[in-house]
């Protein structure tokens, strides 16, 4: 059971057909370097606990889930992270980029608690943890994915990191911004 639900929280990060996810790591890594891995690994596990906190709650009922105004804010938070990387200066913005990261977390773990819910039996813990697992680890592998394409961009086409991020973060915005307008649950 264990490995199902690692592997179900791995697919949940790596899937293609949910890219929302990969945008959103895209966009939180687009104003760092490959050698600021450490600040990285923080802000992914600071998301991770996020999306854990509400998957939780969601899956448990503690907390009521509108999957239509999830769905809305999960691309509204990849264009408020591709703003902040155009606008903050990354070395003042440090602490309050780690929260950002936490608070939108928990709402990317509402946004599968529908799903996991009718799938989960009488056990919670295990599968919950297992899920959290596999998710942390779809993302390490997504973020090395970034930051090697980020090195031969970088250093091989003589790309500037801050250009790599106005880049990055544009288009990540303005993907975002197209799904957040598809998705108004108005």
Known sequence: MFSTYLQLGFEHITDLNGYDH?????ALCAAYVYSDWKKILVLVTAFTLG????LALAVLNIIPVNGAWIEFLIPVTIVATAAKNLIAK????????????LGFGLIHGMGFSNYLRSLLGDE???PLFAFNVG?????????????GLQY???????????QWNLIVSLTAGAISLLLAAQRIPF
């Open 22 to 26: 990969m945008l959103f790591l895209l």
């Open 135 to 147: 998710l942390e680890v779809g993302q390490l592998i997504v973020v090395t994915i970034i930051f």
């Open 51 to 54: 999306h854990s906190i509400t």
């Open 152 to 162: 031969v961009v970088v250093n091989t086409i003589s790309v500037k990191p801050r």
């Open 124 to 126: 919670l813990l295990m």
């Open 90 to 101: 990354q070395d003042k913005a440090a602490i309050a980029t780690y929260f950002m990261a």
